[in-house]
């Protein structure tokens, strides 16, 4: 737990959770993760979201410290219940505090958490709330990353409070982010895994956040952004439509046709100066996959046909590839069959129509021959020129 | 009025009952919908709807 005034009268409250590895059970988290609330003291006290339900008891006894006792708003930036969990703990503790939030905000945290109709007030786009020395200022910013998200300013401590936005799955004893490089790779690997299917509404925020005076940024998880600079221009970076010079190739093998495949096809691609990123589904943490697919141009998934179709393994990182809509422009696949089956087909019409295109895939009866790796080596080549035409190699 | 359905999600978009909570009304057509609607389900843009087979 960290507690640190940011500006005056302006509280960051950070429950770490060091050892917690999984989250929604599916995301891993290597670094573990934070939870942070944030206090403005004002005449009005005024609690930005909570905690993870985790660590309620222990959030609840610190924030009645640091608060005095009195808590007259509670901030709903996001209704997500590692940040909202603790409301209904806080509502029975401060029992005259009422929840500021989004229409959508009150209809979550009302279905998710109970949280009674009356004790909302609900903030429209661009509405103030007089706190005494301060306004604070609401912003609805949906799909970040629920439909719900608003994010607070206020304009008095130049301190924008975004919830997830900008986050990071990261547990340290460091407050701040400057000159803590573990962040960099830490918030990417958030981006990916919970902020990349809505890059395209990223984009509009970002536009929005570009027009305030901005001293710090305060996210709900991980280090706080002292250098606003260093996460805006990352996530510009990440949102904006230039892919790189890469190949992502998640692949798994039953009796090493595929392996054999992908291996040469991984050679001939660094021979055409490609970065390739092989990595084996079965060992492979998806987390780091997600990141590879923030920023490469390609991926081609290796599979070999069991029951007629696609490896299972191969089927999960197609539909996760489909849900966290990443800026690749081409596709393709490389496949071993025994006897048959509709593999290639049965992946391709998973893919969401739009901006990517096919390229021949490579599908191979048995374990390659010549012909096959000479295929394989087209293929290589294939992408070069694609690359090429996008001017990245 | 065809349907449409949306292809990262399968939310189907079905212009006799509009999408209310987001301002669509009843009898809209999707052509008709504003540039800035999402997929109400997963946020995906319109360019990723495709009429309903």
Known sequence: MIVQEIKKDVYGIIMNDWDRRLFDELIPLPDGTTYNAYLIKDKKSVLIDTSDPRKTDKFISILKKVSGGKIDYVISNHSEQDHSGSIPAVLKEFSSARVITSDKGASLLNKLLLVPEDKFIRVKDGEEIDIGERKLKFFHTPWVHWPETIITYSPVDKVLFLCDLFGSHLATGSFYASGNDRVYEAAKRYYAEIMMPFRNHIKKHLALIDGLAIDIIAPSHGPVYNNPQFIVNAYKDWVSDNVKNEVVIPYVSMHGSVNTMVDFFVDKLIERGIDAKPFNITVTDIGELAISMVDTATVVLGTPTVLGGPHPSAIYVTYLFKALRPKTRFVSVINSFGWGGNTVKLITDMLPTGDIEILEPVIVNGYPEESDFKLLENLAENILKKHRGLNIT | ?53
Do not use: H, S
């Open chain 2, 1 to 53: 009025m065809n349907r449409y359905v949306c292809t990262v999600c399968g939310y189907v978009y079905d212009p006799a009952k509009g999408d209310p909570e987001n301002g669509i009304e009843p009898g809209t057509p999707f052509e008709q919908l504003p540039d800035d609607w999402v997929c109400p389900v997963c946020g995906a843009e319109k360019d990723k709807f495709e009429i309903e087979n």
